[in-house]
């Protein structure tokens, strides 16, 4: 069966960017000094791509009764930034399943993350 689905949106802030870098120890300028940043070429600072990959996997409507574990990524693609004040929000779809040991299937999603704009 296949599903779609699309989840509530999630507003990035300041305090996610601030708190993913104390947590990771990632502090690189382009996520945590506003005033580097502005010389970017982004203007200003960015999410962290692991930050947003992290919330996308948090805002997908996985149900704790079907889903046992997040198993692996074929494949990421960072394709645009996403900035403080954005929202995001995942759309996806179920594109199949392999039945596993003990009754266990392995769903295989591709989905998207999109902003407030669906870019």
Known sequence: MIENFRSPGR?????????FSALTGD??????????ARGSQFSERVAHGMLVLSYSIGLAPLDPERVVALRGFDSVTFKRPVLIGDTIRVEGEVE??????DGLELAD????VLNQDDR
Do not use: C, Y
């Not at 507003?11 to 708190?19: A, Q």
């Not at 502090?27 to 580097?36: G, L, R, T, V, Y």
């Not at 199949?96 to 040991?101: E, N, S, V």
């Open 11 to 19: 507003t990035i802030t300041e305090g996610d960017l601030v708190s």
């Open 27 to 36: 502090w690189h300028p382009q996520h945590s000094d506003a005033e580097w």
């Open 109 to 112: 999603i591709r989905w998207r």
């Open 96 to 101: 199949g399943t392999k039945p596993l040991a």
